[in-house]
């Protein structure tokens, strides 16, 4: 039975909006934080995060701040809502300002592109004293914010964390499950948008739902093994940060890291890509951190191949399909 919790919400991001707009409507006291001071103003004027999540009304009660010390104070959870890449710098700021007795919520997917480590340890690297854990599962945030019925999977090492947050977190229209397998929870969550690129590449070169099936499931196959090799479960990616994530960056308009490959599938570059999409695109960061990763461990992967072959390799995008296709005859 979920109680009233004092919520921070790092970083004022569409998911990040849109979770603080779920769990102050739930009951919950929830305070956002944003690096500019300027989009504090606008949502705390406006009742809209005008940027990331146009049209949505934010709840009166719903606070806003850009001081770190006062975002978190007397928060007992805090979402950590910011791109992968800033997932780090972002722990060690808040750090100081953090104790044993909260609890941080990872939200962002991917994997740390140097270090190629899982967010989540990175945050434990950061910020030692807090308990960790990862909300993952097929959830766009415009339609979270718009009390669309979600289900999602809570993740921790400490499955009474877990159970925790799942007891305050869940609502009738956002369901969440528990897992112990961060390990399979966090690749299923950052592989995926790879897939998702794959995918939209294949949409944008104007093929169809087979192509798209067989990106879809041969792409979880992928997923799996590398998963399995770094220590998660396979049940893990049959699950909702495996299949279900998989199916909704697939085939949703929502998805960035689809509208990316949409756009690369006609033949535009990169940087206009990235300049077009105008947020943040997670899997052109975990294509290279799969990658090596695939090469480090061994662990045969030609789709994440073939798109880091077309992002960073000049390749051409319907060439590479066409060669995937072309590989040697196997069983399944």
Known sequence: MATVKKVAVIGSGSWGTALAVMLQKHGHDV???????????????????????????LPEGLSFTAEREKAVKDAEIIILSVPSKAVR??????????????????????LEEISLK???????????????????????????AREIPTTCLIASENAETAKMVQEEFMNPRFRLYTNTDMVGVEMGAALKNVMALAAGISDGLGFGDNTKAAIMTRGIAEMSRL????????????GLSGIGDLIVTCTSMHSRNRRAGILLGKGKSLAETLAEIKMVVEGVNTVQAAY????????????????YEVLFQGKNAEQAVLDLMSRHGKAE
């Open 118 to 144: 899982r967010l989540s340890q990175v945050i434990q690297e950061c910020a030692p004293q807090c308990q960790v854990c990862v909300l993952s599962g097929p959830s766009h945030a415009e339609e979270v």
């Open 227 to 238: 998963g399995i090799e770094m220590g998660g479960k396979l049940e893990t990616f049959a």
């Open 31 to 57: 305070v956002i934080w944003s690096r500019r001071q300027d989009a504090v103003e606008q949502m705390e004027k406006e009742r809209e995060n005008k940027e990331y999540l146009p049209g949505v009304l």
């Open 292 to 307: 090596t990763l695939a090469k480090e461990h061994n662990v045969e992967m030609p789709i994440t191949n073939a798109i």
């Open 89 to 110: 710098q972002t722990a060690i700021d808040f750090s100081p300002y953090l104790n044993s007795n909260q609890v941080l919520v990872n939200v962002a997917k991917g």
